[in-house]
Each structure stands twice: as C-alpha cells, then as structure tokens.
C-alpha cells in the first residue's frame, strides 16, 4: 500500500482526519475514488492502487471512514452513522477534486469515478446526487437497487462481532476498526440515509434514475446480497449497465488484476485485447448456465452463501450474462409508485411525512430525521408479517 495521506476536516467543530492512499498519474484524469464496505478499510483496494501504479493510466484514490484504517475515530459521545460518513466523504472529495483542477489548468476536463463496494456503492449513489462535481460513472461491487431484508437478516446472522473484534485487533494499526463502530453498525442510527422500503425489502432505484454517467456492477453469481436475480433487475432498470459476474458465494467480490482490467476495458481505457489477462480471456456464460443458476430460489441460494464462506478456486469469470439471458416473468420491476424525485437532504414537511406513511413502497429515514425503530427490528417485523401470510 501506499503511504498514509490524511485530510483534516473542516465541517464540524473537532479535529478530525480522513486516512487516504493514492496512486497512478498525478495529473490527469479518469479519477477512481474508493469507498469500502461495512466493516473494511481502504486495503481492500490495494490491486486497484497497484494497477494504478503499474499503468499509470489514472489517478485512485482509496478513503478509510472514521474509525476505521487509519482515520481518526469519532469522539465518545458521537454515533457512528452513513451519514456522518457522507458528509466526511462530501468535504473530502471535493477538496481533492479542487486540488486536482489547480495542478491542471491545461488539461482535459476530469472524468470522476466513484467506486464503492456494498455499503460504499450506496454512498456512492448518494455522492452522485450531491457532490457540485459532475461525476462520470458509478462502479459498484456486489451492491444492486435493493436489498432483501432476508438477505440483511442472514448478512448480519453470519457476523460474529466478538470475533470480529478479535480479528481486528491483531492487525496493524493502521487497519484496525474502532470496536464502537464494529457495534454501531447493527444499532438503529447506523443507517440513517434516505431509501425506500415495501415487504421485500430497502430500495435505491430513485437515486439512480437522474444519473446520466456510466454504471458497472461486479458481483457474485451467487452472492447473498447481489446474485444474478438482484443484477437481473438492476439491468432492467439501467440498460446501459455494464455487467462482470463472478461464479462465486460470497459477498463482495474481491478486487483482482482481471477486474481492474475489465474496468480499464469497459470504460475505453485500454484496447479490447488488453481485458486478456495472463492468456486467460473473459468468456461469457452460456445461456442455459445463467438460467440453471436463476432456477433456484433466492432463499436456497442464500442459505448456500452462507455455508460456503470461501471463494471457489479459479472462478469462472463472466461478461455480461445478463444480456445473454432471457426474462422470466417471476422477476418483476421496482414498484411503480417509487417516488422518483431526487433525494434531497432535508428533513420533511409534516404533510410529506404522513405521506410517506402510506406510499408503497416507503420511504426510509435520513439522517436529518431518524425514524426510531431500528434495522434490524424492521427486518424482524417484516419477517414476521410473511411467516403470518403463508400460514
């Protein structure tokens, strides 16, 4: 990795500082800015930063949130929350960004990327809608337009927290997670920003559908969070998404040389011969291997993500199965009646409150006003509200 570079915030009254590691062209553009998952620090994006490097074709950035990596943690009497890191990413992207255009004022207009894995593909789809910075596309690993609260609930089922914390501590410092954010990410305040929600679960079609940039969605086949039916549906809402589907069970997908290649490829960065990587080009998947995999259940393959934690060995690796592959008639559209303005940061009227509790689907809380019932109560009440209809 790269050295440790830090930026000292300036938007709330308390010294604090964002951890980040760049590489690749110190001038230029396309720009990548990293955002990891839940509980991960930027060293996840260590292949991306040495590809980068290596190429020389582009300038990426990898971001730690606070408390984790080598960010400085919030104080004791502050929550960790989505958005807190919204705003910590907001300031510090633009004072990048505003950096970049003084070094050059000869140069190209810049091309800005976003690249977030699970929870940081949801900030990104935030970022796209707020920052003052036109951005040029969203590349997300293993997140689509909705979130099952099945899928939540087995996510969260199959983390060991103490263990985790246990793990955590035995590495460096600089990759360690603050033990109150590792507990914060369950507690009701963690996911504070704005979504919508009916039965199956949270949804982000509306932030998506004023974005004009380019999207590229890596994911796992059989991922329990973003497996070929989510992938499915988010090509259905976004045509112009570019798919890379890896025949694997876990979540997310881990960033390798051949990714970055296909990124590289994808976004005209490189000629197309140059996506074959150490001889191995990428092949598709046959139709009638996607339409196999899309006959099970989503509730078999979660179970199945779940007792195969590893990675198999050499993973088949897929462009674009989604195009390759007919519909079913069991994979239905986004609600219609998703509201498709804007989301906007601000807390709502009274009169659009008692609204909001009756559209289908729901809107979810933002951070400016919380809703007090927590995640994972939700998720429990949802669940039971389908186990009382089967019966």
Same mark, same amino acid.
């Given at each position: 990795?790269? *050295?440790?570079?830090?930026?000292?915030?300036?938007?709330?009254?308390?010294?604090?500082?964002? /951890?980040?590691?760049?590489?690749?062209?110190?001038? $230029?553009?396309?720009?990548?800015?990293?955002?990891?998952?839940?509980?991960?620090?930027?060293?996840?994006?260590?292949?991306?930063?040495?590809?980068?490097?290596?190429?020389?074709?582009?300038?990426?950035?990898?971001?730690?949130?606070? $408390?984790?990596?080598?960010?400085?943690?919030?104080? *004791?009497?502050?929550?960790?929350?989505?958005?807190?890191?919204?705003?910590?990413?907001?300031?510090?992207?633009?004072?990048?960004?505003?950096?970049?255009?003084?070094?050059?004022?000869?140069?190209?207009?810049?091309?800005?990327?976003?690249? $977030?894995?699970?929870?940081?593909?949801?900030?990104?789809?935030?970022?796209?809608?707020?920052? %003052?910075?036109?951005?040029?596309?969203?590349?997300?690993?293993?997140?689509?337009?909705?979130?099952?609260?099945?899928?939540?609930?087995?996510?969260?089922?199959?983390?060991?927290? =103490?263990?985790?914390?246990?793990?955590?501590?035995?590495?460096?410092?600089?990759?360690?997670?603050?033990?109150? *954010?590792?507990?914060?990410?369950?507690?009701?305040?963690?996911?504070?920003?704005?979504?919508?929600?009916?039965?199956?679960?949270?949804?982000?079609?509306?932030?998506?559908?004023?974005?004009?940039?380019?999207?590229?969605?890596?994911?796992?086949?059989?991922?329990?969070?973003?497996?070929?039916?989510?992938?499915?549906?988010?090509?259905?809402?976004?045509?112009?998404?570019?798919?890379?589907?890896?025949?694997?069970?876990?979540?997310? *997908?881990?960033?390798?040389?051949?990714?970055?290649?296909?990124?590289? !490829?994808?976004?005209?960065?490189?000629?197309?011969?140059?996506?074959?990587?150490?001889?191995?080009?990428?092949?598709?998947?046959? %139709?009638?291997?996607?339409?196999?995999?899309?006959?099970?259940?989503?509730?078999?393959?979660?179970?199945?993500?779940?007792?195969?934690?590893?990675?198999?060995?050499?993973?088949?690796?897929?462009?674009?199965?989604?195009?390759?592959? /007919?519909?079913?008639?069991?994979?239905?559209?986004?609600?219609?009646?998703?509201?498709?303005?804007?989301?906007?940061?601000?807390?709502?009227?009274?009169?659009?409150?008692?609204?909001?509790?009756?559209?289908?689907?729901?809107?979810?809380? @933002?951070? /400016?006003?919380?809703? @007090?019932?927590?995640?994972?109560?939700?998720?429990?009440?949802?669940?039971? !509200?389908?186990?009382?209809? =089967? =019966?």
């Amino acid at each position: 990795m790269p *050295a440790n570079l830090f930026h000292q915030l300036q938007h709330d009254n308390v010294a604090r500082r964002l /951890a980040y590691s760049q590489a690749g062209a110190s001038r $230029g553009s396309p720009i990548f800015i990293c955002l990891p998952g839940l509980l991960e620090t930027r060293d996840v994006f260590a292949p991306l930063l040495t590809w980068a490097q290596d190429t020389q074709i582009g300038r990426v950035i990898a971001v730690d949130y606070c $408390g984790r990596g080598a960010s400085d943690p919030l104080e *004791a009497n502050h929550h960790y929350a989505m958005s807190i890191y919204l705003d910590d990413l907001v300031e510090f992207i633009e004072a990048r960004i505003n950096e970049q255009i003084k070094e050059q004022v000869s140069l190209p207009k810049m091309e800005i990327y976003l690249v $977030g894995t699970s929870m940081g593909g949801i900030l990104a789809m935030h970022l796209s809608q707020i920052l %003052k910075f036109e951005i040029k596309g969203l590349i997300l690993n293993d997140i689509g337009l909705s979130l099952s609260w099945m899928s939540i609930y087995g996510l969260y089922k199959t983390i060991d927290l =103490k263990q985790f914390k246990l793990q955590i501590s035995g590495l460096p410092v600089d990759q360690r997670i603050d033990p109150r *954010a590792i507990d914060d990410v369950g507690s009701k305040h963690h996911f504070d920003l704005e979504y919508d929600y009916d039965w199956s679960g949270m949804h982000f079609e509306r932030l998506m559908k004023s974005f004009l940039g380019d999207v590229l969605l890596l994911h796992n086949t059989r991922s329990p969070i973003c497996g070929l039916a989510v992938a499915r549906k988010f090509k259905a809402a976004i045509p112009r998404l570019h798919i890379l589907s890896l025949d694997a069970a876990t979540h997310p *997908a881990n960033w390798t040389a051949k990714i970055c290649a296909w990124i590289a !490829t994808t976004l005209h960065l490189l000629p197309l011969e140059s996506s074959v990587v150490q001889g191995q080009p990428f092949e598709p998947l046959s %139709k009638n291997a996607v339409n196999n995999i899309l006959d099970t259940t989503f509730l078999d393959r979660t179970e199945n993500a779940h007792r195969n934690t590893q990675d198999i060995s050499n993973p088949l690796i897929l462009v674009n199965p989604i195009e390759n592959s /007919a519909s079913t008639g069991t994979e239905k559209q986004l609600n219609s009646n998703s509201n498709s303005t804007t989301p906007e940061r601000q807390a709502p009227t009274k009169d659009e409150h008692n609204k909001d509790q009756t559209d289908n689907p729901q809107r979810g809380s @933002t951070h /400016a006003s919380i809703q @007090t019932v927590s995640l994972t109560e939700r998720i429990s009440e949802y669940l039971k !509200t389908i186990f009382q209809v =089967k =019966k």
